[in-house]
């Protein structure tokens, strides 16, 4: 099924017996802003949108490779990632477990109700925290019932706010938004976050500071974010106080799944290449670094080597803080792709840095016209773009290790 241009992954689709390389999709046959491929066989039966699949050594295996961020309503309209209902026809909507996109709820004859995309038509309800919390807006397949009354990614946060608490609930539901947005993207672009043998188990806490202050951060799979942080006055106060660029709560749960995947991808695994590139994380010891860093602050002429000054700290926060900015760059040039503003490979780390260089020149001046902060405050020097590059190749393992366990 389709062939392998050297060691690349390609992207290919295979319609009604007819398998493409992207390269010859994405020229010819990519239009609606709805992503998709359509075939280009001129016989071909079906006039659908193709879902890619990624293609690892001479086989391939069924798995998006770019999300979505506007999604068609039955009546033509927009839906948006985090849309409940239509503002055109006022459908409920929600993010269908089955073909992972916003699809309009539809009734039923029988009083069900399904998935509004005609390719898909499950048999859906609302996760628990949709019906009862409108924090989410996530779909549950009525096949799971009752044993799912929360979503996949729901069940993931094990501790919430204290609702009793004025304020909490928008908190929590800024929390869960940014949550549910980081984790899409890090799902489609294939890094591995559902459980597996001998794998850090993610979950999520979101608390507020008590007898003791409560730090954001990651342990052995398990990020803690502090409720403040969904407070944007003082999210904006701390940010002008560290002297940071951007702060915002994707970037926080970007940087947390850095440590995550660092324990996920790079520890027992690619240690020694991980060391080379960004330090020896064993010597100073975690705790040491923190100390000098909070008692010196960060090296001089951090912006030589470093993506940030936290950077700096240890090779952890290094780590941590390259491969959000990774994320950053994946997700922009996603909405990119969708929008049609790049038509950029997704697995080729040369062709994505040039075409982020590109929307983040141009973007940094359309917030410069309204006063915003820059989309990319950052220069990219040579030791980051390193970083960057061992990231995505960890990036490039985790699908090509998917691939071989799935068997295909
Ligand atoms: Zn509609
Ligand atoms: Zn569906
Ligand atoms: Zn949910
Ligand atoms: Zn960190």
New binding site residues.
């Given amino acids: 099924m389709g062939k392998v241009v050297g060691s690349k992954v390609i992207v290919i689709v295979d319609c009604c017996g007819s398998v493409f390389a992207v390269s010859d999709i994405v020229r010819h046959e990519r239009r609606a802003r709805d992503w998709g491929y359509r075939c280009r066989k001129s016989s071909c039966p079906f006039d659908r949108l193709l879902r890619p699949s990624i293609l690892v050594g001479d086989e391939y295996s069924p798995m998006l490779i770019s999300s979505m961020k506007t999604f068609p309503c039955r009546c033509g309209n927009s839906l948006f990632f985090h849309s409940v209902t239509c503002v055109d026809c006022g459908f409920e909507s929600g993010m ?1 477990p ?2 992972n ?1 916003v ?1 309009p709820m539809v009734s039923a004859e029988d009083g069900s109700t399904k ?1 509004g ?1 005609p390719d ?1 038509g ?1 048999s859906v309800v609302k996760c628990e925290n949709y019906h009862s919390q409108q924090i989410c807006n996530r779909l549950v397949l009525v096949e799971n019932q009752p044993d799912e009354t929360f979503c996949d990614l729901c069940r993931l946060t094990t501790v919430i706010p204290d609702l009793q608490i004025e304020g909490n609930q928008q908190k929590w539901q800024r929390l869960e938004r940014a949550k549910r947005r980081v984790l899409y993207t890090v799902k489609q672009v294939g890094l591995p976050i559902e459980e597996s043998p001998g794998a850090p188990v993610l979950s999520f806490e979101f608390k507020s500071d008590g007898d003791k202050p409560v730090p954001t951060g990651h342990d052995n799979g398990c990020i803690t974010i502090n409720i403040r942080e969904a407070d944007s006055v003082e999210r904006e106060r701390t940010r002008v106080d560290f002297g940071e660029p951007h702060r915002t709560l994707v970037g926080h749960f970007r940087h947390e799944l850095g440590h995550y995947f660092w324990d996920r991808l790079v520890k027992e695994n690619r240690e020694s290449e991980f060391r080379e590139i960004f330090g020896d994380e064993r010597s100073p010891t975690y705790e040491d670094a923190m100390d000098a860093y909070y008692q010196q602050g960060p090296k001089p002429n951090w912006k030589s080597e470093y993506i940030s000054a936290y950077a700096t700290m240890h090779p952890w926060e290094d780590f941590a803080e390259t491969f959000s900015e990774y994320l950053d760059m994946v997700s922009v040039l996603d909405t990119a792709n969708h929008f049609q503003l790049t038509n950029c490979d997704l697995h080729d780390f040369e062709e994505m840095f040039e075409s982020y260089r590109v929307v983040g020149v141009t973007v940094n001046e359309f917030n410069r016209d309204m006063g915003l902060l820059d989309l990319v405050p950052h220069v990219f020097v040579d030791p980051v773009i390193t970083k960057l590059r061992f990231i995505h190749s960890l990036r490039v393992g985790a699908i090509e290790q998917a691939h071989s366990f799935s068997g295909a």
Avoid: K, P, Q, S
């Fill in positions: 269908c089955a073909c996109r699809v998935c995309n898909c499950v």
